[in-house]
């Protein structure tokens, strides 16, 4: 409440002077439950390398920023990371780690560097793992359900969290200390997403609404809601300059919104 009284505007009567943002074009990477890794040219849409996995059940994929590793893990309970730039004897990209230890699902892995691995998990646990020594360097417990999202800040030092608690946490890469924690949502928080800007994050949910919070108002500043309002959202992703949210969506679609006029900009089918 005492936040609310200091909100004299929304963001879209801020924007409001602002053109229209055009439709936009998209490129997608994937992973699936068939059991397959796919890296894809996103230029052309091409496949590059095929990976099969030992778990079909796979929830959550990362690529390390020097694009030479992948990291990927489920309903295995475990994270497995592989050297794109190796082949098994299969022709495969060649398996180098499998971080064990979880007591839960792994829902989500993010590359710090080559040499370090973040997971979040169905144990409510974040990790954090030396990836060249094969051990972890940090565990904690970081929410009241399941940890299912992580988003790394733009410089690399933080991090957020979204859990089916229905909140979503700030964290600083060398602490185990939540910094914030982002209330509003009714339902499981799906998946978050940092800003480019650095300064906030969005948000997608099961309670059929996406959000922005801002870290420096500590609040919510903006909620998208779709046109038909009849379906949660599984994710969420932001484009390189932050104008615009994508959604997926249990309808089967993906919702793009500008995110600073809150205008739905359209939805894209996918089968």
């Known amino acids: 409440d005492q936040q609310k009284k200091f909100a004299d505007a929304t963001l879209e009567d801020a924007c409001n002077e602002l053109g229209a943002a055009p439709k936009v074009r998209l490129h997608c990477v994937s992973g699936s439950l068939d059991g397959k890794l796919i890296i894809w040219d996103t230029w052309t849409g091409n496949k590059v390398q095929v990976i099969p996995l030992r778990s079909a059940w796979v929830m959550s994929v990362a690529f390390a920023q020097s694009g030479n590793f992948v990291a990927c893990g489920g309903m295995d309970n475990m994270c497995t990371v592989y050297d794109l730039n190796n082949r098994d004897s299969t022709g495969s990209a060649k398996i180098t780690r499998e971080l064990l230890g979880y007591e839960g699902f792994l829902s989500s892995c ?55 608690d229905r909140t979503c946490k700030l964290w600083d890469l060398r602490d185990p200390n939540c910094k914030q924690t982002f209330f509003g949502h009714d339902a499981d928080v799906n998946s978050v997403c940092y800003h480019p800007s650095g300064y906030s994050f969005v948000t997608a949910s099961e309670d059929k609404t996406a959000r922005l919070y801002d870290l420096r108002s500590d609040q919510q500043v903006a909620l998208y809601s779709p046109p038909n309002n009849a379906s949660g959202f599984t994710s969420c992703g932001l484009s390189l300059s932050g104008r615009y949210i994508l959604c997926g969506s249990d309808d089967k679609s993906i919702h793009i919104w500008d995110t600073l006029k809150n205008h739905h900009n359209g939805t894209i089918p996918f089968f």
């Not at 973040?118 to 360097?137: F, H, P, Q, R, Y």
Request: with cysteine; charged share 25%; glycine share 10%.
């Open 110 to 164: 993010r590359f710090i560097d080559d040499k370090t691995l973040i997971t979040g998990s169905g144990d409510m646990k974040v990790c954090m793992w030396d990836l060249e020594a094969n051990k972890k360097t940090m565990e904690f417990d970081a929410h009241a359900g399941d940890v299912v999202s992580i988003s790394l800040s733009p410089d690399g030092q933080r991090y957020v969290t979204g859990s089916v």
